[in-house]
């Protein structure tokens, strides 16, 4: 709403201030008129983690955290999932509308010309131990590829960011397939582009010696549907990070390879793989509810559940469940399944759960079902990285384009000493009379 206004008074000068108010928000910077003198720096926000503050307007993807809704530009989650492919995803998302045949068929022949990785970056591959992370490795060869793109660093130019769009794309699944396949010690496989987008991954990761690989449609299908459901989810901290990095100006390698660094972290896209470390941990149903009361008195968090932002059912986490028993008809049922239900039931109707609202969240079922699949736990946020590359460079090319954007530079609240004099070394540790402010 237009003309709201936030009515403030400042009683240290009795001044009132009328801070407009746009979609329920203050800008930060129009505190700052609110002095007690000219020689007052204004006042501030502090908001560590940003728990309530706008760093950007987005036009990209809509989340309600109480009603559990997930939109990407608009169209409901569970409709995109049910009804479109991962790359018709992607450019939604990355261009705002569905694209139509003839710009999908144009946009899946682009990232499909660029899967292939240059030799040196194979070579650069091989160069990590056996026991490498794959996380780790997908992160540095990622900002490798900088080093073969330079002409990346070229931002602000709109048909350089596309073809880096297409180049990031097209070759992470080709990276992921590479770590997975160095942790195994098998030889690379080569892309092959007559298959799908998540069929050729399947390919690079699992084909052996046939000539040619054929992926089982309900698990190709089924990873495609992860990959939807992982494509953005507006400001976290990996997509915060892409902007943040990318406010500099730096290549879209580097700014992909920091906010991958982001997500392999086990309070985001890490948690996946915890999941399964904790069901392992957790051995038998009849051992769940000790572990809960563990987890309650303070000894770690129950993973896979709670969000920042959700809190209720994490609307992927839905579809997640729904997915994993297509592919459980392929595979059979991980017997870690029955843990996790039941991990879900007890926790849904415990007290210390209710009351903070913690939900299952995308990472609770994924895990379980990529376990199915046949993927190792370590791959996982691998697995997670490639679909949100695309909401990382949705993320970066509208920061790019918004006009209020500058290089991302918070303030913070000095808490420090005040101005001292240097002390020699010979009369350090002796105690001063110097303190804090
Ligand atoms: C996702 C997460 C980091 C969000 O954290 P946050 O928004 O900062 O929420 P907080 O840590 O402030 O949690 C609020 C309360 O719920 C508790 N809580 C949050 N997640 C919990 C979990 N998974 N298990 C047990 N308790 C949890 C906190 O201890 C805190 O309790 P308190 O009020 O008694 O101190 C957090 O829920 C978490 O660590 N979950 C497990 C990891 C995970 O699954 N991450 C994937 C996210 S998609």
New binding site residues.
Partial sequence: MENEFLNIVDKRTNAAYDVPLNQGTIRAMDLRKIKTGPEDFGVMTYDP?FMNTASCKSAITFIDGDKGILRYRGYPIEQLAERCSFLEVAYLVLFGELPTEAELKGWVDNITHHTMLHETTKKFLEGFRFNAHPMGMFISTVAALSTVYPEARNVLDPETRKLQIYRLIGKVPTIAAYTYRHSLGFPYVYPDNELSYTENFMNMLWKMVEPKYRANPVLARALDILFILHADHEQ?CSANVMRAVGSSQADPFVATAAAAAALSG???????E??LKMLDEIGTKDRIPAYIEH??A?H??????????YKNY?PRARIIKWAADQVFEVTGRNPKLEIALELERIALEDE??IK?K?YP????YSGIMYQAMGFKPEIFTVLFAIPRTVGWLAQWQEMLEDQEQKIARPRQIYTGYEARDFIPMEKRGVKTTSVTS
Wanted: hydrophobic share 40%.
């Fill in positions: 983690a976290n086990p309070l985001h896209g890490g948690a996946n915890e999941v987890v309650k303070g770690g968090k129950l993973m896979g559940f709670g969000h920042r932002i994490d210390y759960f903070r913690l969240n995308v990472d609770f």
